[in-house]
């Protein structure tokens, strides 16, 4: 059974910063690219990162770039993002979901992910 399991969400400044991390098991992580999306009340769930399977690609979205780093380490089956100068609009609910990929480029479209955390919930206070 596939799990992924999301930690390091909370409440944080504006300007702070915070670390998730997401736990993968019952998968051989390796032939999957990792994302990391994020959804706010009322708006569409969002790819705010990617990073391809072997870690030497990654995607952000324009709204990040600059701010958030996705990172992965494969021999403890999670990946990571590290979010930096937090800001009020990067309030949501974060998921990280696996896709099946071996591919070099990291995937930059929302589609075709197989497997879903819970979410964990970030709020930025102004």
């Known amino acids: 059974q596939v799990q992924l399991v999301e930690s390091g969400g909370g409440l944080v400044q504006a300007g702070g910063s915070l670390r998730l991390s997401c736990a993968a098991s019952g998968l051989t992580f390796s032939n999957f690219a990792m994302g990391w999306f994020r959804q706010a009340p009322g708006k569409e769930r969002e790819l705010v990162a990617s990073?391809?399977?072997?870690?030497?690609?990654?995607y952000y979205s324009d709204s990040v770039k600059g701010r958030f780093t996705i990172s992965r380490a494969n021999a403890k089956n999670t990946v990571y993002l590290q979010m930096n100068s937090l800001k009020p609009e990067d309030t949501a609910i974060y998921y990280c979901?696996?896709?099946?990929?071996?591919?070099?480029?990291?995937?930059?479209?929302?589609?075709?992910?197989?497997?879903w955390g819970q979410g964990t919930q970030v709020t930025v206070s102004s």
């Open positions: 990073i391809n399977w072997s870690g030497g690609s990654v």
């Open positions: 979901a696996a896709k099946r990929s071996t591919y070099y480029r990291a995937p930059n479209e929302r589609d075709g992910y197989e497997y």
